[in-house]
């Protein structure tokens, strides 16, 4: 399969990944470009022991993740204030986002940074164990930990602001 295929495939995916990180469509249609730029440079070095998919994705959160460490290199050095969702969406972009979806990402944003990857990556995006794991250069059994914890903090971030199980659930 070709790189560009890989694109189309893949690209809604990765720039919706990105987009919930940095919560600007210009900086996400960036990264996303800058990832794929990265896939088709980096295609013969692909091996096939993770999915086509997982592969990207990797290449999708260092992307990222480096567009940080450059935009904010002391705060991602120790690990503090470490804002990942950026800037506060714009007044057009606020409208967009309902007062429950609103407070999701803003609880989400006040997470640790790993417990953000790990939700993002297992409940948002929808990867499985095994391919959170290798996007994130971890074990399986730490990504499970990691997401209990990131879950158990994530719903006391929720009941801070505000919201319930019942709340969520109700749509």
């Not at 096939?48 to 904010?72: C, D, E, P, Q, S």
């Not at 969406?89 to 006040?110: C, D, I, K, T, V």
């Not at 730490?142 to 749509?171: C, N, P």
Request: charged share 30%.
């Amino acid at each position: 399969m070709s790189a560009e295929q890989w694109f189309e495939d893949h690209a809604s995916a990765v720039y919706s990944y990105i987009l919930m990180q940095v919560r600007n469509r210009h900086t996400a249609e960036e990264l996303t470009q800058e990832t794929f730029v990265k896939v088709v440079e980096k295609a013969h070095q692909f091996d096939g022991r993770a999915a086509v998919k997982t592969w990207i994705f990797r290449i999708a959160y260092t992307t990222t993740l480096n567009h940080f460490r450059k935009k904010h290199p002391l705060t991602h050095y120790f690990d503090k204030d470490f804002h990942l969702f950026g800037s506060h969406p714009s007044s057009e972009e606020m409208a967009e986002l309902n007062a429950q979806e609103s407070e999701f990402y803003e609880a989400l944003r006040r997470l640790k940074k790993s417990q953000q990857q790990v939700i993002l990556l297992r409940h948002i995006q929808g990867f499985s164990t095994k391919d959170t794991s290798a996007i994130l250069g971890s074990t399986e059994g730490k990504v499970k930990m990691s997401l209990k914890r990131a879950l158990d903090a994530f719903k006391k971030e929720l009941e801070k602001g505000g919201m319930s199980h019942e709340t969520l659930y109700r749509r």
